[in-house]
């Protein structure tokens, strides 16, 4: 018995097989831009629900109904949405804080030993330089000035304002001195000679000289040689008269006068010797030899010339009598 099994086989193969999905029209551009704008509702992420495949396909199906009629228009372009950015919680900040690393600058090398010079100064301001050049030119009038005034004082000699605070020490050869003045037959006033020959100076001292008799019962006031020089300003120095066996009588009051003008030379800057006596050469010499101003008064007529080529300066009474007359 022959079995017929292929129909059987075939109607098997119909009866598994799988019914062919309906296949669905495929929606327009327009039809799909209508679905996913009416898709995009309600939400607070600005996404839409999408609804089940039956419902886009009628909507599809409507819409492709309307706009049949409609005419195409172009696809517009669809902006980009905005990206957002999500801010990190505190902690994970902090941690993050903590976690990144502090960089640290490293010290740097010096490549050479020698230090290195140092910068120039700042040249100085317009305004202090003009004020430094001022204040040099006024120290240059100043020196100046100073050089012309001892140039000045250097012309004009013993009257000068330095010659007028001169010390000057006054020493007289009473006996010397007034037995000339007796052979002009005239007296001299020794305050005037005084006030004469310190004008303009200081007198550190005026001594007179003067041998007295050997009585000491004998006044001073008496005296011939002592008593011109009384109250006149003088400290009077006397000697007693030495008497020969000849009869002859001496009175050198030299040793004396010399050895007061050297102690007093440290306070002197002018000394004035009146006397006429020729030994009195050498004392002018040391004197001078300290740097000290000599100056001679006596009559002209009984001085020795080698004293008063020696004298820094000479006066001769009987040029002056008129003004010291007594």
């Known amino acids: 018995m022959v079995l017929n099994i292929f ?5 098997a193969a119909a009866e598994t097989a799988p019914e062919p999905e ?25 996404r839409g629900r999408r609804k089940p495949a039956g419902e886009l396909t009628e909507v599809s ?4 109904d309307t706009t049949e009629a409609a005419e195409p228009e172009a696809p ?16 994970a900040a902090a941690a993050a804080a903590e976690e990144v690393p502090v960089p640290v600058e490293a010290p740097r090398r010096t490549t050479s030993r020698r230090s290195e010079p140092a910068a120039p100064a700042a040249p100085a301001a317009p305004a202090d330089l003009a004020a430094l050049i001022k204040v040099v030119e006024a120290q240059g009038k100043q020196i100046e000035s100073l050089v012309r005034a001892q140039e000045e004082l250097a012309r004009r000699g013993p009257s000068s304002p330095v010659a007028a605070m001169a010390r000057v020490g006054i020493f007289v050869d009473a006996a010397n001195v007034e037995l000339a003045i007796d052979r002009l037959r005239t007296r001299v006033d020794w305050r005037k000679v005084l006030n004469l020959v310190s004008e303009g100076r200081t007198v550190v001292r005026a001594i007179a000289y003067s041998p007295v008799h050997d009585d000491p019962g004998v006044s001073i006031e008496t005296q011939r040689f002592a008593e011109p020089f009384l109250g006149k300003g003088y400290k009077v120095v006397t000697k007693p008269l030495k008497r020969f066996a000849d009869g002859t009588i001496k009175a050198n009051v030299d040793i004396e006068m010399a050895c ?11 000394v004035c010797l009146a006397s006429g006596d020729g030994d009195f050469q050498r004392l002018v010499e040391v004197i001078q030899a300290k740097g000290v ?29 008129q003004k010291i007359k007594a």
Do not use: H, Y
């Open 7 to 11: 129909p059987r086989r075939e109607k």
């Open 22 to 46: 309906p296949t669905l029209p495929e929606p327009s551009i327009e039809a799909l831009d209508g679905v996913k704008k009416t898709a995009r509702r309600g939400t607070r992420g600005g």
């Open 260 to 270: 007061d003008i050297i102690e007093m030379l440290d306070r002197l800057d002018v």
């Open 293 to 321: 101003r000599v100056e001679i008064i006596a009559v002209g007529s009984s001085t020795a010339v080698n004293l008063r080529n020696a004298a820094d300066q000479f006066t001769d009474i009987q040029g002056i009598i």
């Open 76 to 91: 517009k372009p669809k902006a980009p949405a905005a990206r957002r950015t999500r801010t990190p919680k505190p902690e």
């Open 61 to 64: 199906s409507e819409a492709a």
